[in-house]
C-alpha cells in the first residue's frame, strides 16, 4: 500500500531560523503529494500540493515543498520560522492510479519554535 | 461560513454504550470523510462516502458503521463502544476526492471510552 514517512516526529527551531521537515514516499509511480498543517485544537487545513505539474510547489505561510524522484521526498520547508508556525504537520499521499478518494496520512511532525 | 461542523465536540462514554457523531457541510461537496487521530499514528481513514446514499470502508472500519442519507451530512456510529475507541474524530469533505481538490476538516469530536 502506498504511505509516507516523516522522519522526525518533533522539530524544533529557533524564530528566524530554517524550518525543514521530511517526507518520504514509497511508490515506484509519483503519486500526488500534499502537506496539512494542524494547529492546536483545530482540524487539517491544507498547506500545498503536488500533482505532477511544478516540482517546487509553494504554499500558503511562506512554505514550499519539492518533488524529487531520485530521492522519493517531498519535504516540507521555510526560510524563516515565526512563532505562529508551531503547530503539527502532516504528509499525505494518494497514488495515481487508484481511486482518488483514499488520503493516507503520515504520523505527524510536531514543530515548536523557539523564541 | 460554517464549512465543516461535528457535534458533539466532546463525549464521554462507558463501555458497551452506543453513540453517533454528527458530520454537516454546507459546501455542497460530494466527498465525506471520517478520520480517527492517535498519538503517533496519525489520521487513519475509518469510513468514507463518494456521494448520497453511498458508503467505503476506510483503513479501520471495525467497530464503525456511517450513513450518508443526505448529501449534506455523514454520520458515525459506535454501536457498543470498547475503550480503544478513545480518540479525537475527524469529519472532512472535499469537491471532488484528494486529487482533484483539498480535504475541508471539522474541528474534531473527543471521545472517551471508560
Known amino acids: 500500500a502506498q504511505s509516507v514517512t516523516q522522519l522526525g516526529s518533533h522539530v524544533s527551531v529557533s524564530e528566524g531560523a530554517l524550518v525543514l521537515l521530511r517526507c518520504n514516499y514509497s511508490?515506484?509511480?509519483?503519486?500526488?503529494l500534499f502537506w496539512y498543517v494542524q494547529y492546536p485544537n483545530q482540524g487539517l487545513q491544507l498547506l500545498l500540493k503536488?500533482?505532477?505539474?511544478?516540482?517546487l510547489v509553494k504554499g500558503i505561510n511562506g512554505f514550499e515543498a519539492e518533488f524529487k524522484k531520485s530521492e522519493t521526498s517531498f519535504h516540507l520547508t521555510k526560510p524563516s520560522a515565526h512563532m505562529s508556525d508551531a503547530a503539527e504537520y502532516f504528509c499525505?499521499?494518494?497514488?495515481?492510479?487508484?481511486?482518488?478518494?483514499?488520503?493516507?496520512f503520515g504520523t505527524g511532525t510536531r514543530l515548536t519554535i523557539i523564541p | 461560513n460554517a464549512g465543516v461542523t461535528q457535534t458533539p465536540k466532546f463525549r464521554v462514554l462507558k463501555t458497551g454504550q452506543s453513540m453517533t457523531l454528527l458530520c454537516a457541510q454546507d459546501?455542497?461537496?460530494?466527498?465525506m470523510y471520517w478520520y480517527r487521530q492517535d498519538p503517533g499514528m496519525g489520521l487513519r481513514l475509518i469510513h468514507y462516502?463518494?456521494?448520497?446514499?453511498?458508503?467505503a470502508k476506510g483503513e479501520v472500519p471495525d467497530g464503525y458503521n456511517v450513513s450518508r442519507l443526505k448529501k449534506q451530512n455523514f454520520l458515525l456510529g459506535l454501536e457498543s463502544a470498547a475503550p480503544s475507541q478513545t480518540s479525537v474524530y475527524f469529519c472532512?469533505?472535499?469537491f471532488g476526492g484528494g486529487t482533484t481538490g483539498e480535504l475541508f476538516f471539522g474541528e474534531g469530536s473527543r471521545l472517551t471510552v471508560l
Open positions: 472532512a469533505s472535499s
Open positions: 511508490s515506484s509511480v509519483p503519486p500526488y
Open positions: 503536488y500533482t505532477s505539474a511544478a516540482t
Open positions: 462516502s463518494v456521494g448520497e446514499g453511498t458508503t
Open positions: 499525505a499521499v494518494i497514488p495515481v492510479n487508484f481511486g482518488n478518494e483514499k488520503l493516507t
Open positions: 459546501m455542497n461537496h460530494e466527498y
